[in-house]
């Protein structure tokens, strides 16, 4: 070995070394559970232990699944989980064929029964214990009641093996080689019970359905119980089968017909087959293809159809076969079938349609109808274009839309998309309800809107409008008329709660005066409020109603400190104006703007001199000297100081003596 080779060793053997202490350190710092007592403290406890009453069911039954029976709960269910909530092991019929051979159960069959095709064998079989043989959860017909109504086995006729022996005389319950689970070929298995006979020969009008190559019984006969008084028939039956008279289209003794399509059928519907080459004819009607939609023989349906209208039209038009089960199907679709609206034959309409499209849809919407009347219509209903906006077969979307509410509305209406792209934008509008404000087809009011106006906002904002009608409310003059679109866009805007401009020119847009004031005091020595000047008028007042005059949101003072907070805490500790402390701002300062600074509503000492006039007392205070054309502000602060008398807190030497005369003589200044 190489120098190199026994280096590399070396350090790999020191390495693992070095991983097997730490992993050993770790193991021993691994904090342990509260309660923990060592070796076996985990030892897990029995299921039955919370499963009682799973214990209880497989010790009363008659048999029980060998794993329930030896309480070995985990020969199927996973201790922690893993799978779904019952925590199986494996899914559906999987976890069963680990015990129970799928071949044996599935084998090759070609047919296998739905529930175990879907891996639900506890769909039959109860996983624990039961008192039916095979762990079945019912006994006999009644267990497969639970998935196929009932209704159509029990009509007043009923097959006897049915009656005798039930479902598996006839069916395998996991499934077959043969269609329906079938035990037998049908042919096969219904001559196990009806040999030919002459009686037999007699019942079929001298002819032998066994030797038919592509009919089995069941063209004609019911399987499992008819409304016929005997022989099992369909519900509905060709007459002249009904009748014994095959030989009307079959020559006699054989299954060769007659004559070929449509020619046979116009021995007895000439009539009608001359009336269906009318108009728009149905594809099948043209190519006289009569039996692609009726059966000859019998069938359970109307016009010996081979199934429900819904899913034999289907098989010729693929894109409706989900039409009944969608999530908004057309009701005739889905209750009555494609006739309600469509001929099945021909139609003077195109789609076959059995009058023009509206009179269809007019025939069952009388009320939609009656909204033509309307002063205000939406061009597609007025000019009867259901179409246009509705699916007349099925929707996933309510009143049988198309499209969502508005994606359909945006189809006609494509500059409303791009208008409604704003920063703002109302809550109809944004959950795409374009009804919650406008009525689909006719409307009294312009806009197709359900309301008058600001009524229609009322719908969602009622609350708000009430509580403005209350006693002592004011209320803002648009708001009151309920003329909401004065101020507000009812689809989107760049401004706030939708506004149709700025707030502040929004207002101006009344209030000219105010803006006339404005424009005057910010335009010579005055002053203009910092919320009128950048447009916050709702920070004072509130654009719908308040309690306070001028629709303040507050009291003046409370309003007045939400900007001004600086002034809160010293108005309350410091010797403070008297106003100023009682939150009347509005004795000495104006609201919009002012002639005057810092918007007094009067010159300094003008102003202050409304309280406090010349007299004695205050020639007294002032050292003797007249103060009258004195300003104020000078030697007081206006809303709070830290001295008596709100004197500014830095003063002249000889003025903190109070000796005025040092400067002043006579009362006149030096």
Request: charge should be positive; hydrophobic fraction near 30%; charged fraction near 20%.
């Amino acid at each position: 070995m190489t120098t190199s080779k026994r280096r590399a060793a070396r350090v790999t053997l020191a390495l693992t070394a070095l991983l097997i202490l730490l992993l050993a350190a770790v193991s021993c710092q691994t904090p342990q559970p509260a309660g923990f007592k060592g070796e076996g403290a985990f030892k897990p406890k029995p299921c039955t232990d919370c499963h009682s009453q799973t214990v209880s069911k497989v010790a009363a039954a008659k048999f029980q699944h060998a794993p329930a029976k030896a309480n070995n709960c985990e020969g199927c269910h996973e201790r922690h989980g893993r799978i779904a909530v019952a925590s199986f092991k494996k899914r559906g019929s999987e976890l069963c064929y680990t015990c129970h051979k799928k071949d044996a159960v599935e084998g090759k069959r070609a047919h296998i029964h739905t529930a175990l095709a879907r891996g639900q064998c506890v769909r039959c079989h109860d996983p624990h214990a039961s008192n039916n043989a095979h762990l079945l959860r019912e006994t006999g017909d009644a267990l497969c009641y639970r998935c196929h109504a009932k209704e159509g086995f029990q009509r007043s006729s009923v097959h006897k093996p049915l009656l005798s022996a039930g479902c598996l005389s006839c069916h395998d319950a996991h499934g077959s080689s043969e269609p329906q689970g079938l035990l037998k070929p049908e042919k096969q298995l219904c001559a196990a019970c009806h040999p030919v006979s002459q009686q037999y020969l007699t019942a079929h009008g001298g002819y032998d359905p066994q030797k038919a190559s592509r009919r089995n019984c069941t063209a004609c006969h019911a399987a499992h119980s008819s409304s016929a008084p005997k022989g099992l028939l369909r519900e509905k039956v060709h007459a002249p089968v009904a009748q014994h008279e095959c030989s009307s289209c079959h020559e006699a003794g054989s299954f060769r017909l007659k004559a070929a399509e449509p020619a046979l059928c116009k021995g007895c519907h000439g009539d009608e087959l001359k009336s269906f080459a009318q108009g728009k004819v149905h594809q099948p009607v043209g190519e006289g293809k009569c039996s692609a939609c009726h059966d000859p023989h019998a069938s359970d349906f109307k016009a010996l159809t081979p199934g429900p209208e819904q899913v034999f039209c289907a098989k010729c038009h693929p894109k409706l076969a989900d039409a009944a089960s969608r999530p908004a199907p057309h009701k005739p679709v889905k209750e009555r079938g494609c006739t309600v609206c469509h001929d099945a034959h021909s139609a003077p309409e195109r789609k076959l349609l059995r009058r023009p499209a509206a009179e269809v849809c007019y025939g069952c919407h009388s009320a939609t109808k009656a909204e033509q009347g309307g002063r205000r219509r939406h061009e597609p209903f007025a000019a009867a274009r259901c179409l246009d906006c509705h699916d007349p077969h099925g929707s996933a979307q309510p009143k049988l839309l198309p499209k969502f509410q508005s994606e359909l509305c945006y189809g006609c209406h494509k500059q409303a998309r791009e208008d409604f792209f704003k920063t703002y934008i109302h809550t109809p509008v944004s959950n795409r309800n374009c009804l919650g404000c406008h009525r689909a087809h006719a409307a009294e009011y312009d806009g197709l809107l359900k309301d008058r106006g600001g009524s229609v906002c009322l719908s969602c904002h009622g609350d708000e409008f009430k509580k403005a009608q209350g006693p002592g409310i004011q209320t803002h003059a648009p708001y009151a008329r309920k003329d909401c679109l004065t101020c507000h866009d009812p689809h989107a805007s760049n401004y706030p709660s939708q506004q149709v401009a700025a707030t502040g020119p929004l207002c101006l847009k009344c209030h000219a005066s105010v803006a006339q004031a404005r424009k005057g005091a910010a335009s010579g020595q005055g002053s203009v409020h910092e919320p009128l000047n950048t447009g916050q008028c709702t920070a004072c007042h509130s654009p719908h109603s308040a309690s306070r005059p001028k629709l303040m949101v507050g009291e003046a003072q409370a309003v007045c400190l939400t900007c001004h907070q600086g002034l809160i805490d010293s108005i309350k500790s410091k010797p403070s104006h008297q106003p100023a402390k009682q939150g009347k701002c509005l004795e000495c300062h104006l609201g919009h703007t002012s002639a005057r600074p810092a918007l007094l509503t009067a010159a300094d000492p003008r102003l202050c001199q409304r309280c406090h006039p010349e007299s004695e007392a205050s020639r007294k205070a002032h050292g003797g000297i007249a103060i009258k054309s004195s300003p104020c502000l000078g030697c007081h602060r206006p809303h709070f100081a830290n001295a008596p008398g709100l004197i500014k807190t830095y003063q002249h030497d000889p003025f903190a003596r109070r000796d005025c005369v040092a400067c002043h003589e006579g009362g006149a200044q030096k």
